[in-house]
């Protein structure tokens, strides 16, 4: 599920929940379909609490494809990700057409990563 969708400075900052399942598939849909997205230049994906995953779908990515600005690509950045999390995200994103995912340490990170692009 999703624990909070804040903007911060233009930031759209996703924070998910403990398990990525089903709720949080249909979370992130409506967020996807919500203005928040719409008029942010970077979104981050923060995975800090994130423990596990009971099921994925393309839902991130098509999100991510859809993320645009005058026809460019904005920034879209996972953070806080362990490494079977980052490596279940990149076999995901590869099987379905999509690039490796760019994941950072921590939030601060993150925010410093999206506001130098």
Do not use: W
């Not at 099921?55 to 920034?75: C, I």
């Not at 990170?109 to 130098?116: I, M």
Request: hydrophobic share 35%; net charge negative; charged share 25%.
């Amino acid at each position: 599920m999703i624990l909070k969708a804040e903007i911060v400075e233009n930031v759209l900052i996703v924070t998910l929940g403990k398990l990525y399942g089903n709720d949080t598939i249909s979370d992130i849909v409506k967020l996807d379909k919500s203005e928040k997205t719409h008029n942010v230049e970077s979104i981050i994906i923060d995975c800090t609490n994130l423990q596990g995953l009971d099921s994925m779908g393309p839902e991130l990515f098509l999100m991510k494809s859809k993320f645009k600005k005058n026809g460019e690509h904005r920034n879209f950045v996972f953070c806080g990700l362990n490494k079977d999390g980052e490596e279940n995200f990149n076999y995901f994103a590869h099987g379905c057409g999509y690039e490796s995912i760019i994941n950072l340490s921590t939030l601060n990170e993150a925010l410093n990563y999206v506001r130098k692009k």
